[in-house]
């Protein structure tokens, strides 16, 4: 089987989004940064959106993120990697990201209630194995992290951190 063609590449770049009131409360009000760059691998069918992605999905097709910045708040994360859909049209793809400010995110979701705490102290923690300390102080950094997401879980580095549910295109 040959590799999927490309079939359409895009490149995004925002500064300054005022998010909507009551969402990104707990880490701001507003992205600083986001830039991304991608390209679509495999030809979607003309006819029913959902049919369309399902036959692009069987036949190989991907998403290859070429690059991906985000500073939001405290967090800023460099990524790249290929995302696909399973059987269960839920996402898969494995990246590697760096990423700063992982420790007031998660402190902010505590505060908010987004997160029980013991969820988030074991993630917390684990993390901080897996961080690089700068010299200077600065806060810790996961670097070339792997982020996976596989059998409807989303996961840095072998910690899961969030539940990837099915995508309906319809």
């Given at each position: ?14 500064e ?23 390209s ?54 494995a990246?590697?990201?760096d ?33 690089d ?21 989303l ?16």
């Amino acid at each position: 089987a040959s590799e999927p063609l490309k079939v359409a590449s895009a490149a995004v770049e925002f500064e300054g989004v005022k998010l909507p009131p009551g969402f990104g409360d707990e880490i701001g009000d507003t992205i600083e940064f986001l830039n991304l760059n991608l390209s679509l691998l495999g030809r979607l069918p003309p006819g029913d959106t959902n049919a369309a992605v399902r036959t692009w999905r069987d036949a190989g097709g991907t998403v290859e993120i070429d690059s991906f910045h985000v500073l939001w708040g405290p967090l800023g994360i460099n990524s790249a990697g290929t995302i696909a859909l399973d059987g269960e049209m839920r996402p898969i793809g494995a990246l590697t990201a760096d990423i700063i400010g992982y420790g007031d995110v998660i402190d902010a979701l505590i505060m908010s209630n987004m997160i029980p705490l013991g969820d988030a102290f074991v993630v917390k923690v684990a993390f901080n194995l897996l961080a690089d300390k700068p010299e200077d102080g600065g806060p810790p950094v996961l670097r070339g992290v792997p982020v996976t997401a596989q059998d409807g879980g989303l996961f840095v580095g072998p910690v899961s951190i969030a539940k990837m549910p099915a995508i309906n295109f319809d």
